[in-house]
């Protein structure tokens, strides 16, 4: 069965510290992994998407990086501001079966104090 | 930056009702999903849907689930005989090109509280 993890769930860090998530998924068969933030009570927004044959991805102070050998990705974010406070998800897509539908881990909630 | 919208934003119903919850896709994105998250848990897959038809459906997704795009644009989720256990956030995600490639843009949710 596949599986996403998130570790750790709850993160707290001062303003301007550089900072990184991780995720890891149990099956290698991935062809994308995708990177969402989810603030309280709201929807979810996508951050990056890292298609399996790429190593990275980079928007601005945001950076991804998936190695499928290890079945890690890291969601970098460099700079911290108190408005990157949120929860930050990952989610596989996954090969076999109708391709589209995302495995989601629980989330690690990062808290930016000021 | 395209918007999936989603109405209601909050629903509270009686349980053994029926609900019918929408979505407003981006428009010319042709691969739809529902997702639910339970209050502190996983975002979970329901159901995909491409070309008016379910393409894959999880073990949640029982006979009293289903969806339609009633009128080609809107795309709903109904749910009859709600159980205290479907309450949740419900997420409408869709996008335009192969689901191998392309980003998945969500809906804001709507709350389903059953009591």
């Known amino acids: 069965k596949q599986e996403v993890t998130q570790i750790p769930a709850a993160l707290s860090v001062p303003e301007g510290e550089n900072l990184v998530l991780n995720c890891s998924f149990t099956?290698?068969?991935?062809?994308?992994l995708q990177w969402f933030r989810q603030d309280p009570g709201k929807g979810l927004t996508s951050l990056l998407l890292?298609?399996?044959?790429?190593r990275e991805q980079t928007s601005g102070r945001l950076n991804a990086s998936l190695d499928k050998s290890s079945g890690r990705s890291t969601l970098y974010i460099a700079a911290s501001q108190p408005g990157d406070s949120a929860t930050y998800l990952c989610?596989?897509?996954?090969?076999?079966?109708?391709?589209?539908?995302?495995?989601f881990g629980k989330g690690t909630k990062l808290s930016v104090k000021p | 930056e395209p918007e999936v919208t989603q109405t209601p934003s909050h629903q509270v119903t009686q349980m053994g009702q029926e609900v019918i919850l929408r979505c407003v896709p981006i428009?010319?994105?042709?691969?739809f999903y529902w997702y639910r998250q339970i209050l502190g848990q996983k975002v979970e897959f329901l159901v995909s849907f491409y070309n008016n038809e379910i393409s894959e459906k999880s073990e949640i997704f029982d006979d009293q689930f289903s969806v339609e795009r009633p009128d080609g644009s809107n795309f709903t989720l109904k749910i009859r005989s709600t159980k205290l256990e479907d309450s949740a956030m419900y997420f409408c995600a869709n996008h335009a090109g192969s689901p191998t490639e392309e980003t998945q843009y969500f809906g804001p949710g709507t709350r389903l509280l059953v009591l």
């Open positions: 428009s010319n994105h042709l691969y």
């Open positions: 890292i298609q399996s044959s790429q």
């Open positions: 989610a596989g897509g996954y090969y076999g079966g109708s391709q589209g539908n995302l495995i």
């Open positions: 099956d290698s068969a991935i062809y994308n």
